[in-house]
């Protein structure tokens, strides 16, 4: 341990993590690290009509397509989606790879989110400068991989040799020989899984909008069939903690209970499920805690934004109260990507935090989560860190 300066920053309350409230503690930092939280002093930052809290972990987005005019794309199904998406890809008048990706980790910083876990389908989307500047959102991008020809796959893998894990587009954009090499793989690995009825058909019957999509940009079909993409994540060896399902929102609950007994964690993205005006999921009928959360990206969603995902997670599933969602949008997502040290402000944590003004300070942290889920309510500034 360095000895960095100790800084005492005391705002009104604190909101540890989602069963936490302090009152009148200064939360006491070192070398960007929470030490602890003590007693009001006069050496006490402080901070009067505010309140804070650890910052969100979003395990889910893409930093391309910032500027996708999606508004105007058809939102019927996915593959009449993907068609507009792979159409709008080619045209030369959008942002570079490079700039859409500092301007969506500008508006993630902006929003508040501390971490961010992004599929990279395109060469040049990250941020150097963000990278090398060490700003936040802390970001882990993993090389996408989509190719559906199985002779494809060395290829593939290794354009992400030394990444510190790999991305699979989804059980059709992917052969099996190269989800198995994928996934026999130590490390993190991310998937869309169980994102809509339109993936769940073309597994099982091999038919449907999304086979006629390949069919007609000459891409192969997945070669075999499978009742469940469950079983089909299963088949290709990814039923294996590390391993997370993005989306899994037409998943069944013996289907997202088999995901769990295997240690995979989903990654639901309620801005996107929004967009695509889908139906309910069916995590809460499942009776498994609620799931980390992503954004996706604005091919998809209209905003960036860690707050807005919690409260539409609210408002779109109501069976977990604020409380649920807001650990799901904090230690919930740093749990799936394995960081103890994000998502809460024990002692310990990364000294990350979002600053909120209140003139009265919620009561517990039950209340605490129910007013970070009002509408109207705004980090200060983005997110903060402690150097
Ligand atoms: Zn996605």
Same mark, same amino acid.
């Given at each position: ?81 993907? =068609? ?17 990706? =500092? ?134 060896? *990814? ?88 650990? =799901? =949008? ?17 002692? *310990? ?39």
């Amino acid at each position: 341990m360095s000895g960095g300066a100790v800084r005492r920053l005391r705002p009104d309350a604190i909101l540890v993590d989602s069963q936490t409230l302090l009152s009148d503690r200064a939360l006491v930092v070192r070398d960007g690290r929470v030490l602890g939280h003590d007693g009001p002093s006069a050496e006490d930052e402080v901070h009067p009509g505010e309140f804070w809290s650890a910052a969100p972990v979003l395990v889910h987005a893409h930093l391309e397509s910032h500027d996708a005019p999606a508004a105007t794309w058809s939102r019927a199904g996915f593959a009449a989606w993907a =068609a507009e998406l792979l159409a709008w890809r080619e045209r030369r008048d959008r942002l570079p790879p490079d700039q859409a990706a =500092a301007a969506s980790l500008a508006e993630l910083r902006r929003a508040g989110c501390g971490f961010v876990l992004a599929h990279r389908a395109e060469a040049g989307a990250t941020s150097e400068a963000h990278r090398r500047a060490r700003e936040l959102p802390e970001l882990l991008d993993l090389p996408e991989l989509f190719a559906p020809e199985p002779e494809r796959a060395g290829e593939a893998l290794r354009t992400c040799a030394g990444a510190p894990g790999r991305a699979l587009h989804s059980p059709f954009g992917v052969s099996l020989e190269l989800a198995r090499a994928a996934f026999a793989a130590p490390g993190p690995v991310s998937i869309h899984l169980g994102e809509h009825a339109e993936e769940r058909r073309l597994l099982a019957a091999g038919d449907g909008p999304l086979a006629e999509l390949l069919r007609a940009r000459g891409r192969p079909l997945p070669a075999g069939r499978w009742p469940s993409p469950v079983d089909w994540l299963a088949d290709a060896g *990814g039923l294996r903690p590390g391993v997370l399902a993005v989306h899994g929102a037409d998943l069944r609950p013996e289907e997202l209970r088999r995901l769990d007994r295997a240690g995979v964690r989903v990654v639901w993205c309620p801005g996107t499920h929004r967009f695509f005006r889908r139906p309910a999921p069916a995590f809460a009928a499942a009776g498994l805690p609620a799931p980390a959360l992503g954004c996706d990206s604005r091919a998809s969603n209209d905003a960036l934004d860690p707050l807005r995902e919690f409260r539409l997670a609210g408002r779109l599933l109501p069976d977990f109260p604020p409380a649920a969602w807001w650990r =799901a =949008a904090t230690e919930g997502g740093a749990e799936a990507v394995g960081r103890a040290d994000l998502g809460h402000l024990r002692p *310990g944590a990364a000294a990350r935090w979002l600053r909120f003004r209140a003139p009265r300070s919620p009561a517990d942290a039950a209340a605490a989560c129910v007013w970070l889920a009002g509408e109207e309510v705004r980090p200060i500034g983005g997110v903060e860190a402690a150097a």
